[in-house]
T-cell receptor, first 111, second 113 residues
Framework: EDQVTQSPEALRLQEGESSSLNCSYT??????LFWYRQDPGKGPEFLFT???AGEEKEKERLKATLTKKESFLHITAPKPEDSATYLC????????????FGTGTRLKVLA | DGGITQSPKYLFRKEGQNVTLSCEQN?????MYWYRQDPGQGLRLIYY???????QKGDIAEGYSVSREKKESFPLTVTSAQKNPTAFYLC????????????FGSGTRLTVV
């Protein structure tokens, strides 16, 4: 069964304190792995798509990496405006476009 | 600007009442989706549609119904058969190409009163 597990559930960082969020996945065949940012009471906002092990994508203070079993979202020198819930999702190759979402990591960056 | 519009932002449902959530997109996307989000759970797929006049059940379709009469519109009806409808509902669309991921609407929070 396809599955996505995100850790930690919640993370508090001081401004400027770099860290990483983890997304472990089990899928029969990976079509893509997606990272989203979600602010309270709003819909998720697309960040990155990763397709194959070894791939990396960057956007401002965020960098996403992918291995055969997990993905990391590295946050370098975070600012308070980076506070949000970060969601990971995988899309398998089993026929449909269905995504499997993780439960997210709630990030709080303190000034 | 292109995007997805969900309305209303907040909706209150009485026991035994059907309610309809609106979702409209002007991105010219073929595929549209409805998800439900509950605290501590990942997004769960209710229904999806890859083409006009066709849709498929997702993982938790019981108590919900949809229609796809126009490419731009994918309304969701929460029927009285849905016993626990209080949740945050998200509509999304995609071009069908995985490269760009989903575009989500801003959500509708449904509460049973």
């Amino acid at each position: 069964e396809d599955q996505v597990t995100q850790s930690p559930e919640a993370l508090r960082l001081q401004e400027g304190e770099s860290s990483s969020l983890n997304c472990s996945y089990t899928v029969s065949g990976l079509r893509g792995l997606f990272w989203y940012r979600q602010d309270p009471g709003k819909g998720p906002e697309f960040l990155f798509t990763l397709y194959s092990a070894g791939e990396e994508k960057e956007k401002e203070r965020l960098k996403a990496t992918l291995t055969k079993k997990e993905s990391f979202l590295h946050i370098t020198a975070p600012k308070p405006e980076d506070s949000a819930t970060y969601l990971c999702a995988v899309q398998g190759t089993s026929g449909t476009y269905k995504y499997i979402f993780g439960t997210g990591t709630r990030l709080k960056v303190l000034a | 600007d292109g995007g997805i519009t969900q309305s209303p932002k907040y909706l209150f449902r009485k026991e035994g009442q059907n309610v309809t959530l609106s979702c409209e997109q002007n991105l010219n996307h073929d595929a549209m989706y409805w998800y439900r989000q509950d605290p501590g759970q990942g997004l769960r797929l209710i229904y999806y549609s890859q083409i006009v006049n066709d849709f498929q059940k997702g993982d938790i379709a019981e108590g919900y119904s949809v229609s796809r009469e126009k490419k731009e519109s994918f309304p969701l009806t929460v029927t009285s058969a849905q016993k626990n409808p209080t949740a945050f509902y998200l509509c999304a669309s995609s071009s069908g190409i995985a490269n760009y991921g989903y575009t989500f609407g801003s959500g509708t929070r449904l509460t049973v009163v």
